[in-house]
Antibody, heavy 127, light 110 residues
Framework: EVQLVESGGGLVQPGGSLRLSCAAS????????MNWVRQAPGKGLEWVSA????????YYADSVKGRFTISRDNSKNTLYLQMNSLRAEDTALYYC????????????????????WGQGTMVTVSS | QSALTQPASVSGSPGQSITISCTGT?????????VSWYQQHPGKAPKLMIY???NRPSGVSYRFSGSKSGNTASLTISGLQAEDEADYYC??????????FGTGTKVTVL
C-alpha cells in the first residue's frame, strides 16, 4: 500500500525552528518528486515546496523562500521540511504529497499533480 | 503568486450538474495543461480528482470531468450525489516552476 506519514509538528514560538518528516512506503521513493502543501485552520490549500526525485532541484513558494528548506534522504525513503524563522502565519496542517508521474520509453514526466497525500502534521506558531 | 480564483460556494440538487470555475492568468492556467482538481471532505486529506485539465485517475467516478478555455478551467460534476458535498480546489503549474492552488469552492447538495 502506498503511504505517506508525516511527523514533527508541534507548538513553537515565533522565530523558532521545526523540522517535519514524511516517511514514504509502497513505492520507489527516489523515482518521484515530492511536495509539501499546507492548510491554515479553516482556510484553503497552499503549495509550499517541491523537490525532484534525486533531490537536485528544489522549488519554494515566495511566502517561505529563504526560511524553509526541503530535502530528502532516498536511502531512508524520507522527505523533510526544515522550517526556520517561523511566523504566526505559518500555523497550518502540513501535508506531504507525492507527484503524479507518467513513465514511457524509459523516461518519466511529472504531471504536476499530487496523487498521494499524507494525513498531515499540525504546526502551531504562537507565544 | 496569487491564488487562482474560484467561487466560494456552488450548490445543486441530487441528480443535477454543477460547474466550478477556476480563473488564473496566462502564466499559470492559460499557459499549461497542468490543471488538477482536488476534493476534500471535512477533516480529511484532499483527493486527486482530475489532472492534465481533463484526465481522471483510476477509481474516480466518470461523473467528474474537467475542461479549460483560455485562463479559466472548469470542473463539472454530473448526476450530483450527497457524497459529492465537499470542498474542491483547483491547482495549476506556473511559469515560475511552482504550483498554485485555487481559493476553494464549497459544494452543497441541497
Amino acid at each position: 500500500e502506498v503511504q505517506l506519514v508525516e511527523s514533527g509538528g508541534g507548538l513553537v514560538q515565533p522565530g523558532g525552528s521545526l523540522r517535519l518528516s514524511c516517511a514514504a512506503s509502497g513505492f520507489t521513493f527516489s523515482s518521484y518528486a515530492m511536495n509539501w502543501v499546507r492548510q491554515a485552520p479553516g482556510k484553503g490549500l497552499e503549495w509550499v515546496s517541491a523537490i525532484s526525485g534525486s533531490g537536485g532541484s528544489t522549488y519554494y513558494a515566495d511566502s517561505v523562500k529563504g526560511r524553509f528548506t526541503i530535502s530528502r534522504d532516498n536511502s531512508k525513503n524520507t522527505l523533510y521540511l526544515q522550517m526556520n524563522s517561523l511566523r504566526a502565519e505559518d500555523t497550518a496542517l502540513y501535508y506531504c504529497t507525492k507527484d503524479l508521474t507518467y513513465c514511457t520509453g524509459g523516461s518519466c514526466y511529472s504531471k504536476n499533480a499530487f496523487d498521494i497525500w499524507g494525513q498531515g502534521t499540525m504546526v502551531t506558531v504562537s507565544s | 503568486q496569487s491564488a487562482l480564483t474560484q467561487p466560494a460556494s456552488v450548490s445543486g440538487s441530487p441528480g443535477q450538474s454543477i460547474t466550478i470555475s477556476c480563473t488564473g492568468t496566462s502564466s499559470d492556467v492559460g499557459g499549461y495543461n497542468y490543471v488538477s482538481w482536488y476534493q476534500q471532505h471535512p477533516g480529511k486529506a484532499p483527493k486527486l480528482m482530475i489532472y492534465d485539465v481533463s484526465n481522471r485517475p483510476s477509481g474516480v467516478s466518470y461523473r467528474f470531468s474537467g475542461s479549460k478555455s483560455g485562463n479559466t478551467a472548469s470542473l463539472t460534476i454530473s448526476g450530483l450525489q450527497a457524497e459529492d458535498e465537499a470542498d474542491y480546489y483547483c491547482s495549476s503549474y506556473t511559469s515560475s516552476s511552482t504550483q498554485v492552488f485555487g481559493t476553494g469552492t464549497k459544494v452543497t447538495v441541497l
